[in-house]
């Protein structure tokens, strides 16, 4: 019934962008905190990015620099995650997740019981 499905990645050139896309099966984002998440091979999962589905506030991990723009697009129930500057360290599976638990509000305390696939994203000179 719920299901998220990430799309976007692919192979790019160090500086390189790209836009992941996140959309949303079987709820509406309008009650939803999305988060956007990555793991490298060998290294454990790492969160990036979250907007929440009240005011559209967004917040980002300090720790991953910049970078990456988290946004959402209500008519296609869908959230994007812009990457920009891309750099090898970069290479990773990307996951969005639903957070349906907190009135769609974003904290460090969010519980994503909802989780894509995720899209692969490889950057190689």
């Known amino acids: 019934q719920v299901q998220l499905v990430e799309s976007g990645g692919g192979l790019v050139q160090p500086g390189d962008s790209l836009r992941l896309s996140c959309r949303a099966f079987?709820?509406?984002?309008?009650?939803?905190?999305i988060g956007w998440f990555r793991q490298a091979p060998g290294k454990e999962r790492e969160a990036l990015a979250c907007?929440?589905?009240?005011?559209?506030?967004?917040f980002y991990v300090d720790s991953v620099g910049g970078g990456f723009t988290i946004s959402r697009h209500n008519a296609k129930n869908t959230v994007y995650l812009q990457v920009d500057s891309l750099n090898p360290e970069d290479t990773a599976v990307y996951y969005c997740?639903?957070?349906?638990?907190?009135?769609?509000?974003?904290?460090?305390?969010?519980?994503?019981?909802?989780w894509g696939q995720g899209t692969q994203v490889t950057v190689s000179s």
């Open positions: 997740a639903a957070d349906l638990s907190n009135y769609g509000r974003c904290s460090p305390y969010s519980i994503y019981d909802y």
């Open positions: 079987g709820f509406t984002l309008d009650y939803a905190a």
């Open positions: 907007i929440s589905s009240s005011d559209d506030s967004t």
